[in-house]
């Protein structure tokens, strides 16, 4: 029996996607996470955790620490851990209005992903981009490793919402993320392990 993939189904990328982690996750690091896929292929999948802020840490403090000029015009949000890989380098996931040739990635038509320090300094410019975020890290994995999850119900996969992903919601972004797709934390707890 040969394993399922986005190909199967014709999609052929999850890129864009939002993963909603279920009860089935078996990884304390992803439990009760939402995760922007903004890379997907045969060999490799990356995004980037939106809803683990990291204690103690906002924007506008890390842009102090880094000598960004003029931090003031920084938006005073949270930075993210945006997953256990690399979790010394900055990513930043911002609206399409911001873009670095040779270094934005396109995640959808309207989301955009950039970690060099140009995107650092157009936040903290008179001309940012209309919507953005730091995080710390990401979260990768080889080639089959997400189908596999998939096929073992450890994520939902949903339409991206600008709102959901941009806003300052923490831990309360998991059940938000939820209800938009009709399901109750309850419910996926009454699901797990069952076909």
């Not at 292929?41 to 960004?68: C, K, T, W, Y």
């Not at 270094?103 to 919507?131: C, F, G, M």
């Not at 890290?137 to 949903?158: F, H, K, P, R, S």
Request: charge should be negative; aromatic fraction near 4%; glycine fraction near 8%.
């Amino acid at each position: 029996m040969s394993r399922k993939t986005p190909t199967d189904v014709n999609e052929t990328t999850l890129s864009g996607k939002l993963l909603i982690a279920t009860p089935s996750i078996g990884d304390p690091r992803f439990d009760r996470t939402v995760i922007l896929l903004c890379d997907h292929s045969p060999e490799h999948a990356m995004g980037i955790v939106l809803n683990q802020p990291v204690e103690g840490l906002s924007l506008r403090e890390l842009f102090e620490q880094l000598d960004i000029t003029r931090p003031e015009l920084a938006p005073d949000k949270s930075v993210l851990i945006g997953g256990p890989v690399d979790r010394d380098r900055g990513f930043v996931l911002h609206t399409v209005d911001f873009h670095a040739p040779d270094s934005t990635l396109s995640v959808n038509s309207q989301i955009a992903l950039t970690a060099t320090k140009d995107a650092l300094e157009a936040i903290a410019s008179h001309s940012p981009p209309r919507r953005s975020l730091l995080a710390l890290g990401y979260a990768g994995w080889g080639a089959g490793q997400l189908e596999d999850e998939l096929a073992a119900n450890a994520w939902l996969v949903t339409d991206p919402d600008e709102a959901l992903i941009f806003g300052e919601h923490g831990e309360a972004m998991w059940e938000m993320a939820l209800q938009r797709m009709g399901v109750t934390p309850e419910h996926l707890s009454a699901m797990a392990g069952h076909a």
